[in-house]
């Protein structure tokens, strides 16, 4: 099958929240393979539109192809199957507060496997050896855990299925730079270990030069641009000029 | 690969033929249980041993590791071993499950703790509660003295808002409930009295029992159960959220934002809803009387009159103050106990309303025994 095969296609999608008007006839495809990033200003509608991609949050109008499954008409089994194959990881990790980082990282192959709990810890330690945990840490409480390993540990939970498509939502918001520029380096190595499709929300810069194939800028409800990150930067649109040219965007760019 | 659809997955299989162990199927975390159980159940075979992948359709890190386990295994027994007709994609993930140099031994297990020393360990940790209720309850009072020292530091606004949250919004319920406790009152005692032609005396039954113990009593577990709850939850919260910690922050101290407006609140509202609660029970019990045993309402009236005392009244409510602080300080102290996670909020939760409505229903008892001592 060809590489540049969509994995997820959104047709003229349109979201509502009651008056507000978040995304207007949006059309965007994520192909097989790719990591794509999302972009834009604070309230454009990054996460939102990843959270309609991760059938979190259903359209107003349109349509939405997620791995070949139309995802509109769908019954409620379908769904939840389709979503095993799916993994996200939230912006403030979302991990269980009452579950160790073990046990978190073990929730979905419990939910959905019938292995026994022995070899479920030790896949689940196997999970967090790839995103750079000590199996120690498995132990730990997420109370417990620095801003850094709480995301270690919820990307640990999120490729648990090794899915097909993972979401990041901001993965090194929050983050000291140089733990944000290993972050980075561990989703590339996943990248090439698992080989998921990626699709992240960021607004960090160095990220996006380091890790994003193709990048989309969202703006004014819809698609402003959309290409490689030397593309963007190099256009003379103005409404990308103004994301993109910048002086921190320009220090990103030097520091590649 | 991958576009394989989700029905035809096949079991992933393990044959084994002399040394020779064949796999198939599908090796992905779905589809192991069934080989998992084998694998512990067969006998591995001596010597030098072949593993064959040719047949295996789709593998995911899950299969690769329960690969690398039967490696490991096969090492540790000092067997030579040889991987053939691996696919790029397994041979990829074999060796990135060989890279953690995870081991099944190195999978962490917790600590499991013996019979004594799980006792010493709730005894020291209870005891530690009552030390740190009483370092709550020390602090909430100097606080509130200080207050009454300088009556302007009272947060009038919270604690008016605190007032109709327990109180004006708890009139329903407390009504409703009381007004049916004094119809069954009415009904189970009013059949007994029959018997014996004293129905008249069905006010007494009611009215004592209402006023003096039941009516507090009921009021005081619905606002457990209503305001105690919610008070350990919303403190909780904001603990869990750092709003807490932002309060502190900003020089506000959530002793005096939090608790003492909901304390204040709570002793002025309780009495008031206990009265309430009188009406509705001796109400309840009224209708009751007049419907099932004749007895009209002039008549029942005139006897509650006599049969109620002053100080049967006064008894009840007055008791109401106690259970209010018990449960403004006990729904507060569990809030401020929650650390981490939304579980604790809701065991902490849980434990407030559990204390509190015991709490109140010892101290009842104690009113009892004491109050009878005296003679009153």
Request: aromatic share 6%; proline share 3%; charged share 20%.
């Amino acid at each position: 099958m060809p590489l540049s095969e969509a994995v997820i296609e959104v047709h003229e999608m349109t979201l509502r929240f009651g008056d507000k008007v978040v995304h207007e006839k949006l059309n965007l495809s994520v192909r097989r393979g790719e990591i794509l990033a999302i972009v834009g200003g604070s309230g454009s509608g990054k996460s939102t539109l990843l959270r309609v991609m991760a059938m979190l949050q259903s359209p107003s109008a349109g349509t939405l192809r997620v791995l070949d499954n139309e995802v509109t008409n769908m019954s409620m089994a379908q769904t939840l199957r389709l979503r095993r194959r799916l993994g996200v990881l939230f912006q403030n990790g979302a991990l269980f507060g009452g579950m160790s980082v073990l046990e978190n990282a073990g929730v979905p192959l419990r939910e959905h496997t019938n292995l026994s709990a022995t070899l479920i810890d030790e896949i689940a330690c196997v999970k967090m050896a790839l995103v750079g945990l000590s199996p120690d840490d498995g132990l730990l409480y997420p109370n417990q855990l620095s801003g850094g390993m709480r995301k270690r540990a919820a990307l640990a939970r999120a490729i648990a299925l090794d899915p097909e498509l993972l979401f990041l939502d901001e993965p090194t918001s929050g983050l000291d730079p140089v733990s944000a520029a290993s972050f980075d380096e561990l989703i590339l190595e996943l990248k090439s270990a698992l080989d998921p499709t990626v699709v992240i929300v960021t607004h960090d810069m160095d990220s996006l030069w380091r890790v994003a194939d193709r990048v989309i800028l969202l703006g004014g409800a819809s698609v402003l641009a959309e290409g490689t990150m030397s593309e963007l930067a190099s256009s003379h649109d103005p409404a990308v000029m103004h994301f993109f040219q910048n002086p921190r965007a320009h220090a990103a760019q030097e520091s590649v | 690969m991958r576009a394989l659809n989700e029905d035809k997955q096949q079991m992933a299989t393990l044959q084994m033929d002399g040394t020779l162990l064949r796999c198939g199927g599908d090796w992905t975390v779905s589809q192991l249980s069934v080989l998992e159980l084998s694998l512990k159940q067969t006998r591995l075979p001596e010597g030098r041993v072949q593993i064959d992948l040719s047949e295996v359709r789709r593998i995911d890190t899950g299969g690769a590791w329960v690969l690398q386990r039967l490696l490991l295994k096969l090492e540790q027994r000092q067997q030579a071993v040889e991987v053939r007709g691996l696919s790029a994609e397994a041979k990829g993930l074999l060796e990135l499950v060989r890279n953690t140099a995870i081991t099944p031994a190195s999978v962490p297990r917790l600590y499991h703790s013996g019979v004594v020393e799980d006792l010493g360990r709730s005894s020291l940790d209870r005891a530690r509660t009552s030390i740190r209720l009483l370092a709550f309850i020390g602090e909430m009072a100097s606080v509130w003295l200080g207050q009454l020292i300088r009556p302007s530091r009272i947060r009038w606004r919270e604690t008016f808002h605190e007032l109709g949250e327990a109180g004006y919004k708890a009139l329903g319920i407390v009504g409703l409930l009381s007004f049916l406790l004094g119809v069954v009152i009415a009904y189970q005692g009013g059949m007994q009295l029959r018997q014996y032609a004293a129905s008249l005396f069905v006010a007494d039954l009611v009215g004592l029992s209402m006023v003096r113990e039941l009516a507090p009593l009921i009021t005081a577990i619905i606002i457990a159960g209503r305001s105690g709850s919610a008070y350990t939850a919303q403190i909780g919260t904001m603990q869990v959220t750092e709003e807490v910690d932002a309060l502190r922050s900003m020089g506000i101290a959530p002793m005096e934002l939090l608790v003492l407006p909901k304390l204040l609140a709570l002793i002025i509202a309780l009495p008031l809803l206990t009265v309430y609660a009188d009406i509705m029970g001796v109400l309840g019990g009224m209708v009751m009387a007049s419907a099932q045993l004749d007895v009209g309402f002039p008549a029942y009236i005139d006897r509650l009159s006599v049969a109620v005392s002053v100080e049967s009244y006064l008894v009840g409510i007055g008791k109401a103050p106690v259970f209010a602080a018990i449960i403004a300080t006990l729904g507060c102290y569990q809030g401020f106990q929650v650390a981490g996670s939304a579980e604790s909020v809701g065991r902490r939760t849980t434990l407030s309303v559990v204390q509190s409505i015991m709490a109140v229903i010892v101290v009842d008892a104690a009113f009892s025994v004491a109050l009878n001592y005296f003679g009153i």
